[in-house]
């Protein structure tokens, strides 16, 4: 099971679909895709969280459904759930980063770190990643870079994807 975990420097609050970068919630939006679609399905084996200031978003592909790969369609369940609405796979809790890293295996992506083509990666680790403000907690754990340029959060969950999966057996 792949665990990405966002550190989201926003408050998670109600938002309109027309409004998705308030709190950056486009962001998460792309991530998600990034985390889970592949084309015409979507991964089981990933879990996403976003640790926001005040609550954490966790989206568990098991029992997601009829999500779409698109960021309104993406939005549009956070929203919803923020309303009241439940949906599986989808829950708003008070988890920290703490909480989601123990007793695990955790990598934390980061420009200085080791290069990943050179780091022997675990399918069931934590990988730790920050948002458009970077990661601004401590987080212990290994760091690992993607590449000497700083890249769009979504772009890196999509590298580390490809990466875990060329090294499946
Ligand atoms: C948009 S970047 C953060 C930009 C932010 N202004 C900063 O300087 O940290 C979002 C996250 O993607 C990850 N990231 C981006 N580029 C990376 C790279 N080349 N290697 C490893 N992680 C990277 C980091 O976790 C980073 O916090």
Redesign the pocket.
Known sequence: MRTFIIQMNHDLEKFELNNLTQNRIDLLARAVNAALWLDKTIRRDVIVYFVFNNKTVKVDPVGLKRMGPDERNISSFIKHTLDGRSFPGLEINGQKISDLIKGKKAYV???S?NDIREAGLDDNACYV???????TVKVKGDK??????????SH?IAIINNELDRREP
């Open positions: 992506l980061d420009v770190g990643l920050g948002d458009d403000a970077g990661l690992i870079s993607l590449g000497p340029k700083v890249i769009l959060t890196a």
